[in-house]
Nanobody
Framework: QVQLVESGGGLVQAGGSLRLSCAAS????????MGWFRQAPGKEREFVAT????????YTADSVKGRFTISRDSAKNTVYLQMNGLIPEDTAVYYCAARRYSSISLIAAEYADWGQGTQVTVSS
């Protein structure tokens, strides 16, 4: 099992930027793919971005493509989500998640470990 702690959320005006961080501890972080998901009030959890074990492969949802970037630093056991050009529709609780496989996935059920989430609120 791996423990995940997100940070970096907050309140930002539309057009602004935030960088979310997810610090991992426990089993070997560098061997597994990671992902970011989000859940807005009254909506289902949705995929945002995923990155493979080496950082050489990643994928972002169409709704955030060109604005959000996922990256990882295995030396720091941390995965990041850089969010630029934020819009009110990005308001949600953002969750970091870890797979038990090295390849990326867009499916929440394929992630074994989850953080507690960090709130991102974008004002218009």
């Amino acid at each position: 099992q791996v423990q995940l702690v997100e940070s970096g959320g907050g309140l930002v005006q539309a057009g602004g930027s935030l960088r979310l961080s997810c610090a991992a501890s426990g089993r070997t972080f560098s061997a597994f793919a990671m992902g970011w998901f989000r859940q807005a009030p009254g909506k289902e959890r949705e995929f945002v971005a995923t990155i493979n074990w080496s950082g050489g492969s990643s994928y972002t949802a169409d709704s955030v493509k060109g604005r959000f970037t996922i990256s990882r630093d295995s030396a720091k056991n941390t995965v990041y989500l850089q969010m630029n050009g934020l819009i009110p529709e990005d308001t949600a609780v953002y969750y970091c998640a870890a797979r038990r496989y090295s390849s990326i996935s867009l499916i929440a059920a394929e992630y074994a470990d989850w953080g507690q989430g960090t709130q991102v609120t974008v004002s218009s």
